[in-house]
């Protein structure tokens, strides 16, 4: 399978997608290694996986260019990797802690006599269906957690973004106690469909469309299923806001990765007080970023990396202008060097039937809305089938906060944007159909990772049969 360039548009990358027996083979594998690895302590899968962490940042000049090549984008692929082994760290610290926690024993019961006791017992595959819009982490963000639950992962990358993962795997290959439970393996849509049928859990990141269908083949195979969608995020942007910082935050958190991220601002409330002087920063700002082209190492966002994603940008863009949106930097996907790249694109006049206000937008552009009334813009802000994430800017930290309690979201940042793609260690929903099942994020992580077993012990007698004679109840 030929696999595009982002930057050059070429074909120059092939995969061998594996078919329904070599699928079902690896998840034989690694169910027969996840025995051995759900006896060891936590802090033995700790050891193994600290390593893992060690290997990745000693072999960063393997895996980054790699993404790199994948993503056409030079320094989120190094921020990446290494974040990769900064959460690899933070679930071996915290796993230990929480599996003690929720095992609790000789707890007492309404019934005197009778105590119980919770053990956790991991689910023994979990499969990974990923994006490619952050490889390498999202590859891996529900994977590690799992590995320190005490299963084994089984994780199909997304075709548009492979090649990262051979060198992935041959730091994997070098901790035999690692390969034995990890694998990711190379595909396409198919390669994932038909790992469902050979997993007892599936993570799915990606879009509604494709979530949906996940979500109904695990139904059918009857286990559970993560879903982490698509977004529309809404910024609220009060009248106390300072202009010019609230345009810097509205900026970064729509453009980084050039917007190819679920949790970026895709739609900005501005308080009309306010409204001129945010435009007039906002398109400043915006005009002085550069795009890494012709050099990758200068610029501060990349090409499109999905050529499919770019064409939904373009289509959106030229909806919103013919139903009577301004444009006010930006504005059309160019072609440079056989990439596909868009300037960071800020609209104004736009309204609720145009696509670039209702449908998940995925690229560098910023559709800004005045409103006169805080309860309307709360409206608008909440008019939409996504509720991932959000955000409030507001002079007053009390003043965001009670605005935020009125959002549909699962996050919402205060006084700054797309936090969530900093900060995991809170559990959130997704609303809508931004997503389902339990959080990836705080201790749900990890804890969804497991069934519950409980043993109930009496230590007194035993109930006769004699106790249930119709005679005792008449």
């Known amino acids: 399978m030929k696999i ?3 930057r050059t548009g070429e074909a120059d990358y092939e995969i061998d997608p594996l078919d329904e027996g070599a699928i079902a083979a690896e998840a034989k594998r690694l169910r027969e290694g996840q025995i051995d690895w759900a006896a060891k302590t936590p802090r033995q ?3 193994v996986l600290n390593r893992w962490a060690d290997a990745i940042e000693a072999n960063l000049g393997n895996i980054v260019p790699a993404l790199t090549a994948d993503t056409g984008r030079a320094g989120i692929s190094k921020i990446e990797a290494i974040s990769v082994a900064g959460q690899i760290r933070r679930w071996t610290e915290q796993a230990p802690k929480l599996i003690a926690t929720g095992q609790p024993t000789g707890q007492a019961t309404s019934q005197p006599g009778i105590t119980t006791s919770t053990q956790l017992v991991p689910y023994q595959l979990i499969g990974v269906i990923s994006p490619w819009n952050f490889p390498m982490i999202l590859a891996l963000i529900d994977a590690i957690p799992a590995l320190m639950a005490g299963c084994g992962v089984l994780v199909k990358p997304s075709e548009i973004t492979p090649r990262f993962i051979r060198p992935l795997m041959d730091i994997i290959e070098s901790i035999p106690e690692l390969a034995a439970v990890l694998s990711l393996i190379e595909g396409d849509g198919a390669t994932g469909a038909a790992m469902i049928g050979n997993v007892d859990y599936v993570c799915f990141t990606g879009s509604v469309a494709t979530g949906r269908k996940v979500g109904e083949a695990a139904a059918a195979a009857f286990i559970p299923a993560s879903l982490e969608l698509g977004g529309k995020d809404p910024m609220i942007i009060l009248a106390d806001a300072d202009p010019e910082k609230a345009a810097a935050i509205a900026l970064r958190s729509s453009i980084v990765n050039s917007g190819q991220a679920c949790q970026s601002i895709e739609r900005i409330y501005i ?39 770019a064409e939904i940008a373009r289509i959106q863009l030229e909806d919103a202008m013919a139903k009577g949106a301004k444009l006010l930097a930006g504005g059309a996907v160019e072609k440079l060097g056989g990439g596909l790249y868009l300037k960071p694109t800020v609209l104004k006049d736009v309204t609720p039937d145009m696509e670039i206000i209702s449908e998940e937008n995925f690229g560098p552009v910023i559709p800004v809305t005045v409103f006169d009334d805080i309860g309307d813009a709360i409206a608008q802000a909440n008019d939409s089938k996504f509720g991932l994430s959000a955000a409030v800017v507001s002079g007053s930290i009390e003043e965001a906060e009670k605005i935020a309690s009125r959002l549909n979201a699962g996050a919402v940042s205060i006084n700054d944007g797309s936090l969530t793609s900093m900060i995991w260690d809170a559990e959130k929903s997704s609303f809508g159909y931004s997503g389902l099942g339990a959080s990836r994020m705080g201790s749900s992580g990890l804890t969804r990772f497991f069934r519950k077993r409980v043993l109930i012990r009496q230590s007194g007698d035993a109930a006769q049969i004699a106790s249930f004679a119709e005679e005792n109840f008449a």
């Open 4 to 6: 595009r360039n982002p």
């Open 45 to 47: 899968r700790g050891e």
């Open 271 to 309: 308080a009309k007080a306010i409204a001129d002087p945010f435009l007039e920063s906002l398109v400043r700002q915006a005009e002085a970023v550069e795009l890494n082209h012709p050099d990758i190492n200068k610029g501060h966002i990349g090409p499109f990396i999905f050529a499919k994603q």
